[in-house]
């Protein structure tokens, strides 16, 4: 089992949601982040003042799969999010020790499936 | 009645000796000038319930940039019709458009109102007609584009099509009947915004590549409702501050019960026909029935009796959902349905002068169901149908200049990061949790 985590860019979310359909991969958790990798920032101006944004808003998105499911869902996170610019974002896979689902206490990749 | 008159006949008297040192030849009327005063308060006060519809029918991240447009296109108005508008619109009595009193200079008013007065009233006019465009062209426009189509829709395209009708132009000689401008200022704001929305083309991920249309929410529902109540009010100077004065006040009183029983029964047929179609009583757009209602009403307001007013917003606000649901069927993306609204309703509330209207209330001929036959109605469809196509060829030819110009739409990436930051460097709901993903 492993949960990958992705960092996109917010307005390649309807993308990203839609590649990760076709590739049969319905559960995922998403969050709205602030963050910064090696994109710069923009300047922002409120009643006359200019400062430089810094931190920017990205999407998380975390999706626990079984080890088939990994590069399926890898490769549609890239389809929908690369562009090939600078601050497209990461994917972090990392291993998964446990899994439950509260409604019946299954484990494992049963309860990921 | 009675008392109004004779009240009105003091005040005339008591600031007769005033009035008589600054302008000699002139007696105001000043019942009359209060009425239109406050008319055109609350027609202008009818801005802030557009800026609050378009805002909430908008995503978040497009909230300020919609604000900044309904703001300008208000000043930009102003200053249009000032300089050129009114003498365009009322200057002289020639048929196609006004001739003379450019600045407001070497000109009067009509009788017993002051210019300055009615100007006001007539500004305020304007600039509703003006505002109607930024919700159909929402969230893609280019700010720049959005300045310059302002000024020339209000110093120049409206006041065309307002003389036709209201300035002595050649409608007003063929007995043309819109009252309040369900056709001047309604069908005119809506079909620009049909084209406008028609050349810009959809919002990026509105349409998939099959046609079947995306869901691209308003952000703050309860913003669009307080913005159609406003509405709702501002019509109140709208239709019967069109009498331009107060000296038979059942009329204004009939144009006011008018006014309400459509906005009324127009949300009420159009949350009927949606609950219908779509399983639910949808809130948005139940208040574009609202809406729908009261531009239908527009044109015959003064014409009508109550009860024909309700079967008119019915129609208006049955017609205003198909509307929605025919511009998505032909890929046409309206972000808050100002096309279904204005234009639509626009047109049907002109033609319901002929449907309706009775000679009794002050019509010119009376309607196909009142024995009239089809003369009034061939009259109204004659004047709504060169005022839109007068508006769709010359907004045309407007829009595609800027666009060759200047550019209309913003680029994809400053679409997809929303027009606040693009356009003004700002958001509107700094430090707030808000979904910026769509």
């Given at each position: 089992m492993k949960l990958i985590i992705a960092i996109i860019q917010p307005h390649h979310l309807p993308a990203v949601k839609k590649a990760l359909f076709d590739a049969q991969v319905y559960k995922i958790t998403v969050s709205n982040v602030l963050g910064c990798g090696e994109e710069k920032g923009y300047a922002e101006t409120y009643r006359g003042v200019m400062h430089e944004v810094e931190l920017l808003k990205k999407v998380r998105l975390e999706i626990a799969v079984n080890e088939d499911f990994v590069e399926p869902t890898i490769a549609a996170i890239i389809n929908g999010a690369?562009?090939?610019?600078?601050?497209d974002g990461k994917i972090f896979v990392t291993d998964l020790t446990e899994c439950i689902?509260?409604?019946?206490?299954e484990r494992g990749t049963r309860a990921i499936g | 009645m009675k008392t109004v008159l004779v009240l009105g006949n003091i005040l005339i008297i008591l600031t007769a000796p005033a009035l008589a040192e600054t302008t000699p030849a002139t007696t105001y009327n000043i019942i009359d000038t209060f009425w239109v005063l406050i008319a055109a308060f609350l027609v202008f006060f009818m801005q802030a319930g557009f800026a609050l519809v378009e805002a909430g029918l908008v995503r978040a991240k497009n909230a300020a940039n919609i604000m900044m447009k309904n703001l300008l296109d208000f000043c930009l108005a102003s200053i249009g019709f000032f300089i050129f508008g009114y003498a365009i619109m009322?200057?002289?009595?020639?048929p196609l458009f006004g001739k003379k009193g450019w600045f407001l200079m070497d000109i009067q008013g009509p009788d017993g109102l002051p210019l300055f007065a009615f100007w006001m009233f007539q500004a305020a006019f304007c600039g509703t007609a003006a505002t109607i465009v930024s919700g159909g062209m929402a969230?893609?426009?280019k700010f720049t584009s959005y300045l310059i189509y302002s000024f020339i829709i209000s110093a120049f395209i409206y006041p065309i099509i307002g003389h036709w009708t209201w300035g002595g132009g050649w409608l007003a000689g063929l007995d043309f009947h819109d009252f309040a401008g369900s056709t001047v200022v309604h069908a005119v704001g809506g079909f620009t915004a049909l084209v406008g929305t028609y050349l810009l083309?959809?919002?990026?991920?509105?349409?998939n590549s099959d046609g079947s249309p995306n869901l691209i929410t308003g952000h703050n529902m309860p913003l669009v409702t307080l913005g159609v109540f406003i509405l709702w009010l501002g019509w109140f100077g709208f239709n019967p501050g069109?009498?331009?004065?107060?000296?038979d006040p059942e009329v204004v009183s009939r144009i006011t019960i008018n006014t309400n029983l459509a906005a009324a029964a127009g949300a009420i047929a159009a949350m009927a026909t949606a609950w219908a179609k779509f399983g639910k009583p949808d809130l948005a757009l139940t208040l574009n029935g609202a809406l729908a209602g009261l531009v239908g009403i527009t044109a015959p307001c003064a014409v009508v009796n109550p009860m024909n007013a309700i079967y008119i917003g019915i129609l208006a606000g049955i017609l205003c959902i198909y509307g929605v649901i025919w511009l998505d069927k032909l890929k046409i993306d309206d972000p808050v349905g100002a096309f279904p609204v204005h234009g639509l309703c626009g047109i049907f509330g002109t033609l319901a002068v002929g449907l309706f209207g009775q000679i009794a209330f002050g019509a010119p001929n009376d309607g196909l169901f009142y024995g009239g036959g089809f003369k009034q109605l061939g009259i109204q469809a004659l004047g709504t149908f060169s005022s839109v196509g007068f508006t769709v060829i010359s907004m045309w030819i407007v829009f595609k200049a800027i666009d060759a110009l200047f550019g209309l739409r913003v680029t994809e990436n400053e679409e997809l990061i929303g027009?606040?930051?693009?356009?003004?460097?700002?958001?509107?709901?700094?430090?707030f949790q808000i979904f910026i993903t769509e």
């Open positions: 690369r562009t090939n610019n600078v601050g689902r509260i409604r019946t206490g | 009322f200057g002289t009595n020639d969230e893609r426009m083309k959809p919002r990026f991920g509105k349409y069109s009498t331009l004065g107060f000296s027009l606040d930051i693009g356009e003004h460097g700002m958001e509107s709901y700094s430090g």
